[in-house]
């Protein structure tokens, strides 16, 4: 059975860091693909950051260049999201999705709430 489980969200005041955490089990983690995905209140799914787990290859929206960081740690089968200079708008459920390429996502997680107070 395919498991994203994601951990380490909380509200964190208006400049401040938080690492994500998506422990996966089921699936060949280190040959995927993986992403964060946000949902903030009342708006679409956003996109955020990607890596390949293979290459280490990782791309960020423009939104989040240079603040976030995506990682993996492929023996833990785990994928991070180290968010620093967190502003009010980037609030939202932090999904992490994967598969064997970032043109579809063949797995999801339950989510974990980011608020970013001012």
């Known amino acids: 059975e395919v498991q994203l489980v994601e951990s380490g969200g909380g509200l964190v005041q208006s400049g401040g860091s938080l690492r994500l955490s998506c422990a996966a089990s089921g699936f060949t983690f280190s040959s995927s693909a993986m992403s964060w995905v946000r949902q903030a209140p009342g708006k679409g799914l956003e996109w955020v950051s990607s890596i390949y787990s293979y290459n280490s290859n990782t791309y960020y929206a423009d939104s989040v260049k240079g603040r976030f960081t995506i990682s993996t740690d492929n023996a833990k089968n785990t994928l991070y999201l180290q968010m620093n200079s967190l502003k009010s708008e980037d609030t939202a459920v932090y999904y992490c999705?994967?598969?064997?390429?970032?043109?579809?996502?063949?797995?999801w997680g339950q989510g974990t709430q980011v608020t970013v107070s001012s």
């Open positions: 999705a994967g598969g064997p390429d970032l043109a579809k996502y063949d797995y």
